[in-house]
Structure formats: structure tokens, C-alpha cells
């Protein structure tokens, strides 16, 4: 071979080994940044005092005393240094900063994380940006007072950040944005495109984080205070809380609509409501109970106010007269309860009114409204429903589209969303409703309360003597062994009666307007829904 040509080859050769080993050196570059990267993004600390940031290690069970500050309370700690936990609602990098906005159910905060501070390095901003939503996190800081107001956030304060932990990472990838599920569900939201909604199944499939959502925490401290409200005004008048089985033998009430099982060897149900035992109570002397548990009803029901289980608020009493003394005393129960709803979440009202616009607040009278069914009846004989009503009414009821024009009826007139409608026909009772003759027809000394044209509670006089209670049952066509020990126990003589049941979920409803059963039940039961 021509020499002159191995020495081509050789010179053509040679330089592309240092090109390569130059490549080679960037990859190796570039690897090693993405794996201090890495490093630093799993970052675990168990010494809170000698580091700055990082994950919480597992395995640290306890640290010493920290000065903890609540968000809604770091206004009145200016310029003191403060621990904060929260939840990350937003968090962003900018340059040399990372920002970082707080949440603790209503209250928000912003916090700064900022390396021109001597006490914050340049990893600890990158790492602070790069925390997902929704983590929980560990924040110690100065507590300071911007120079441009936060808008975005309750707290007016912002925090200077000087150490950030991480105690709970939540998955960078969630089914919606806590500010979304904040948004109305009004008409008038729904045309306007720019707005992201989540719809109802999406929420419910992933509840515990639709929880989180300002407007439900609002729902839910409402509902709370509904059920104290009824307590404290039971209380405070000799009733006492009971609580009853919800295992029955035979069918609860002598009904069809339960949930059957067996029960050992036996067949069994789910109570659909606590009706009979609080009846025994006042048999038992009791004279006053009253009851918060749940209620199961096997309805086949996909309508916006139905739910297969429910919380019941249910109340029994004697009384002396008439049973308009019962009416007297849940209509002022339920009015203490809507005038203590407004007092006490007086904030979450406000965030209500925020954030579902449209919907006006309740208006109720010092003097409620009592239509006997027949006059309800004869409202609704002048609209454009009198074609739906039969001539006998000997046993019919109000079809929900009924109700809400009634509804409409009573606020034109009265100017309220509160009424009772009472003396329903017998027909149209259950078997222990005591019976009433009136102008020739059978009617009830029964009564339903109604907010914003729907009902809210059903009650009524209950059938005291053994043998009319019997004479009823047969003409209902329930078979008088499944309740055997019901009629029997009022041989033993008992006063006069009456009480009612009212469900929660449907009063929270109704009272805030959500326009949805679901949206005011923690984990809603429906025909379609046994999870989460």
C-alpha cells in the first residue's frame, strides 16, 4: 500500500477522537446534573435543626416544640418568627424566588422563598418550586408586611421563608384544581366557556380531595351547625337523645322499601327511620326524644333531593292538648335553627354568597305560614297545574313539580320560603297517622314542612289506642305479626303523641341553595353510587 496514503488515512482519522471524548464528557455533564437533580428534589431530612428544606423522613417520629401559628392568626404575629403548616394551593418559580401561596381550609397565605436572604440558598428555591399542589408542608419564617398588598390570599401578611419540609407529597398529577371545584354550578357560570367546570361524578369519584374546596368546607361547618343547633334547642327544653337500632326484624314501619339481609338465621332490614323506637320511648316515659342517626331508604330514586341513606333528625313528644303543640315546636326549633346557622357561620355564609351568587338567602317570617292541605290545593287549582289534580282527593299528594309551585305561590303571597301544609288525607299517610273527619272526607292530624317549595320534614299525631292502631294496619294491608311488638307496647297505655323526622342533607340543601342532595352529603348513597 502507498505510504503517502496510510499517512492520509492516519491524519483523516485522529481528530475525531477528541470531538467524541467532548461529547462523551457533555452527556456525562448533563447526567450528573439531572441526577443531583434528582438528588435534591428527594432531598430527605431527619434533622429539622441542621437543614433548611426537604422531605420529613418516615422514620422522624418526634421534634422538639415548634411556636405554631394558624394563617387566620398571622396577622396579629408581625415580624415574629413562626411555623405554619398548610396545604400548597399555588407555587411558582421566578428567577431567584420561588412563591408560594398556603392554604388552611378558608385562610391563604403567601410565603416567599428567596436566596438573596443569607439564610436561603439557591437549591432550597429550586426545590421550594418544585413541591406539587396540594402537599402539605412544614413553613418556618418571619412574618412580615408587604409592600404591595397580596390580593390573592386572606392573609395580609406574608411569610419570609427561612426553612420549608416537606411532611405529606401529594401526586403532581390530580383530577381537577381545588380553585375549580370552587367554581359555581349557577346558569349563568355554565355559558361562559372561559370557566372550567368539574362535573358531579368526577367530584364524587374523588371526594376527599372535593372536600377540600372552600365551598364545600363551607357546606359542611353549615351541616354541622344545623345538627348542633337542633340538639342545643331539644336540649334546652327536657328532650333526651336516644339512639335506636337500625337492625330490624321483619320490615321497618310495616314498609316494602328497605334494604333486607339476613341476620344469622333470620331475615332482616335496615331501619328506614327510627319512627317506632322513638315511640316506645315516649311509652317508656321518656315523654321527649329525640334522635340523629342514619336513615335507609331502598328507593330507586335519581332525583336531585333523594338519597338511599341519609341522617335523620328526628323528635317524639307528648302532649296535652292538640298536637298544633308539636307544630309550635318545631316551627320555633326550625327558625332558632336557621337564625343560629346565620349567626354562627356568619363567615361561611359569606363565602356562599361569594361564590354561589345567584342564590338568594332563605327568607322565613315570625309568623309561619300554615295552609290546611285543602286550601294548598285549592292554590293550585288556579295555575296551570289544576288539570293534574284529581277531583276526589282522598288520596292524593303533591307531585314534586306540585311543591315547588306551590312554593312559588306561598312567596308571591307571603314572601317567605318557609310554610307548613297540614291535614293531609288519610289515604295518603302511613297506618299510624292519627285519622281526622272533617266536612265529610278523611284527613290526618299530619303535617310537612317546606323550604324554597320542597319538603323538609314529615310528621303527624301518632295512633295512640292499640285497637284503632290494629284496625289501620289491616286496612293498610300490613300484616299485624311483623309489628306485633309495636301495638302490643301501647296496651300498656301511653299519652298522646307526636313528633317528626327531617333530613339533613335536604335542610342544608334547601338552605344554602346547592340545588343538589349530593353536594351537601359527605359521601352521598344513591342507586348508583355505594363507593367511595
Known sequence: M????????????????????????????REEQERQKLLLLETTVSDLDSTSFGYIS????SVPARNWVDIKDVDNAKDQLVWIRGRINDVRGKGAMAFIIL??????????????????????????????????????GKVVVPDVPVASTTAKCELQVHKIFCVSKATPTMPFLIRDAN?????????????????QDTRLDNRPLDLR??????????????????????????????????LLG?????????????????????????????????????????????????????????????????????????????????????????????????????????LQPSVEPLKW?????????????????????????????????????????????????????YYIVYEYPLNARPFYTMPLERDGMMFTHSYDFFMRGEEILSGAQRIHNPELLLRRAKECGID????????????????????????LERVAMLLLGTGNIRRTSLFPRDPRRLTP
Open 2 to 29: 502507498d505510504k503517502r496514503q496510510d499517512n492520509i488515512d492516519a491524519t483523516a482519522v485522529t481528530p475525531a477522537k477528541p470531538k467524541e471524548d467532548a461529547k462523551q464528557a457533555r452527556l456525562r455533564a
Open 58 to 61: 418516615p422514620t422522624l417520629t
Open 103 to 140: 392554604r388552611q381550609q378558608y385562610e391563604s397565605l403567601q410565603c416567599i422563598v428567596d436566596s438573596r436572604q443569607e439564610m436561603v440558598s439557591k437549591d432550597m428555591v429550586k426545590w421550594s418550586a418544585s413541591l406539587s399542589m396540594e402537599s402539605i408542608v412544614d413553613v418556618f
Open 183 to 199: 367554581n359555581t354550578d349557577d346558569e349563568e357560570a355554565c355559558k361562559n366557556p372561559s370557566i372550567i367546570k368539574v362535573n
Open 213 to 246: 374546596a372552600t365551598l364545600n368546607l363551607a357546606i359542611f361547618k353549615i351541616q354541622s351547625e344545623i345538627c348542633q343547633q337542633f340538639r342545643n334547642f331539644l336540649i334546652k327544653r327536657q328532650f333526651i337523645e336516644i339512639h335506636s337500632p337500625k
Open 250 to 354: 321483619g320490615t321497618s314501619e310495616g314498609g316494602c322499601n328497605v334494604f333486607k339481609l339476613k341476620y344469622f338465621d333470620n331475615d332482616a332490614c335496615l331501619a328506614q327511620s327510627p319512627q317506632l323506637y322513638k315511640q316506645l320511648a315516649v311509652v317508656g316515659d321518656f315523654r321527649r326524644v329525640f334522635e340523629i342517626g342514619p336513615v335507609f331508604r331502598a328507593e330507586n330514586s335519581n332525583t336531585h333531593r333523594h338519597l338511599c341513606e341519609f341522617v335523620g333528625l328526628d323528635m317524639e313528644m307528648e302532649f296535652k292538648d292538640s298536637y298544633m303543640e308539636v307544630v309550635d315546636m318545631i316551627d320555633e326549633m326550625l327558625k332558632s335553627i336557621f337564625e343560629g346557622v346565620t349567626k354562627q357561620c356568619r363567615d361561611e355564609m359569606e363565602i356562599f354568597g361569594k
Open 365 to 417: 317570617l315570625e309568623q309561619t305560614p300554615r295552609l290546611r292541605f285543602t286550601e294548598a290545593v285549592e292554590m293550585l287549582r288556579g295555575t296551570e297545574l289544576a288539570s293534574e289534580i284529581p277531583e276526589d282527593i282522598s288520596s292524593y299528594d303533591f307531585s314534586t313539580e306540585q311543591e315547588k309551585r306551590l312554593g312559588r305561590l306561598v312567596r308571591e303571597k307571603y314572601n317567605t320560603d
Open 480 to 503: 299485624p305479626n311483623t309489628i306485633s311488638s309495636y301495638i302490643e307496647a301501647f296496651k300498656m297505655g301511653v299519652s298522646p303523641h307526636a313528633g317528626c323526622g327531617i333530613g
